[in-house]
């Protein structure tokens, strides 16, 4: 029998249906998922030392260089789990433990090469922010990781999620978390039909209820077990509602299959003031339908024309700049352009080969270059179609020496560029849609590449 402690006194906003007015509610949920939660948790690498099978003040130390390592180490599981997938997150955590092991020797290193242990997961700003948050610790704080939600958001890069899954989850600090999985698990929960993403009074209630939720006892051991319901049980599609221990108390559930309410007018009128659960049971919400979101926008499209310049071997890379989409990561050489016209296009291939020969590489004509037809990627936002050309230039006209390492420009205003081998391209900061465009260069039978000289004179005959 897992031992509870007493009942926070705060209480969420909203309606009594929308929230939990009972004290022995909460207590039976904290006590049923908890149970649940440490029979079926999945074994992941961030989790060890946790205190999941353990009594509830059986806790690590919070002072000292175990805890603070602890610390570090959720800190990077959270940050990379951001917006991606566990199974992905494992090869990449391990791999990031293994080269930085303390946040010293992560503070320590360049910030090039975390963009090379970090390539490939996605979201690159956050590589960055975790690297300036760790040198701030550091250097600021004698190495000291804070041991509170409130202290740890002012870290670069640190959110409320962020610094309350630490906080709870090391040091034990009552407070809850809400992340897109909390999310789904609460909505459907109590109900809560307001759409739950960029709406402040639904965040500020799904906040309130998730700190009138969490254990006093076990505070990181149940916000991970709400986190590790919602990735498990409480799926968006399908959820598995037979085998989740707190179904009993699902409002979503109940109003999907019309027990939520034994007197659906009555209902109506009663919820008339509560915009946070409002429904008509008459034509209940799936549970499929929770949470209840903004549509979401759909990407800007954006095409680039993409040059692959290969002397020897190697293959020419620049160095975007350390701000914005991609900060700091290498890549082909390429142009935006406006349109797929014969216009823009011409344009773009022109402007790529003015860049091309800005870099120390000799003029290279597009008219000599080989399509390889289109790349396609899509971001949270942008979907880019990348045209992908090649263009190979004999060793006696290279006009530089190919060197594996970054080098500066002749002129300030241009990116840094390095010439790498298919090995080094592999294990250098390369993004995802520059490793989609190797990929199409070497997968496919150069006779199916189209010379870009009959692009010209098609282009010359018709205008």
């Not at 409320?160 to 992340?179: H, L, M, N, R």
């Not at 979401?296 to 975007?320: A, C, N, S």
């Not at 000599?368 to 990627?377: D, F």
Request: charged share 25%; glycine share 6%.
């Amino acid at each position: 029998r897992i031992e509870m402690a007493a009942v926070a006194s705060k209480r969420a906003s909203g309606c009594s249906r929308c929230t939990f007015e009972e004290d022995k509610d909460v207590v039976d949920l904290r006590c049923g998922l908890l149970q649940w939660y440490d029979q079926h948790q999945r074994k992941l690498p961030w989790r060890r030392g946790s205190t999941a099978k353990g009594a509830p003040g059986d806790v690590p130390p919070l002072h000292g260089p175990t805890v603070n390592t602890r610390a570090y180490a959720v800190w990077v599981s959270e940050v990379m789990l951001q917006q991606t997938q566990v199974a992905t997150v494992i090869e990449y955590y391990t791999k990031w433990m293994t080269t930085w092991p303390t946040i010293e020797l992560l503070a320590a290193a360049p910030l090039e090469r975390v963009n090379e242990v970090w390539a490939g997961l996605g979201y690159y700003s956050r590589a960055r922010r975790l690297h300036e948050g760790a040198r701030h610790v550091v250097s600021v704080l004698d190495g000291t990781i804070p041991s509170t939600a409130v202290e740890l958001q002012k870290l670069p890069g640190i959110g409320p999620y962020t610094a309350a899954a630490i906080a709870s989850i090391v040091f034990g600090e009552v407070v809850g978390v809400v992340d897109g999985n909390v999310i789904r698990v609460l909505t459907r929960l109590r109900g809560i039909t307001a759409e739950a993403n960029g709406q402040a009074a639904t965040t500020k209630h799904l906040w309130e209820l998730a700190d009138r939720l969490v254990d006093p006892a076990r505070s990181g051991d149940f916000n991970q077990a709400v986190m590790e319901l919602g990735a498990t049980v409480c799926n968006p599609k399908k959820p598995r509602c037979s085998e989740c221990p707190i179904s009993a108390q699902c409002r979503g559930r109940k109003q999907a299959v019309g027990q939520a309410d034994a007197d659906p007018v009555a209902a109506v009128v009663d919820d008339t003031e509560c915009t946070l659960c409002k429904y008509d049971p008459r034509h209940p919400p799936d549970i499929e339908s929770f949470p209840f979101k903004k549509g979401k926008k759909k990407p800007t499209e954006h095409d680039f024309i993409v040059l692959v310049v290969e002397t020897r071997g190697t293959y020419l890379l620049t160095q975007r700049p350390k701000e914005g989409l991609l900060g700091g990561m290498w890549e082909f050489p390429n142009e935006s352009i406006e349109s797929t016209s014969d216009a823009d296009m011409k344009r773009g291939l022109a402007r790529v080969a003015a860049a091309v020969k800005k870099l120390a590489v000799t003029a290279l004509s597009p008219k000599r270059w080989l399509s390889h037809g289109t790349v396609e990627h899509i971001f949270s936002h942008r979907h880019h179609t990348y045209h992908v050309y090649t263009a190979a230039v004999p060793a006696t006209r290279s006009t530089s020496t190919p060197h594996p390492h970054p080098q500066a420009s002749a002129e300030a205003d241009d990116p840094p560029t390095r010439w790498v081998s298919v090995k080094e391209f592999a294990e250098a900061a390369v993004s995802t849609n520059m490793k989609k465009v190797m990929k199409k260069i070497n997968g496919e039978p150069k006779r199916k590449n189209a010379s870009v000289s009959k692009f010209f004179k098609r282009v010359k005959k018709e205008h």
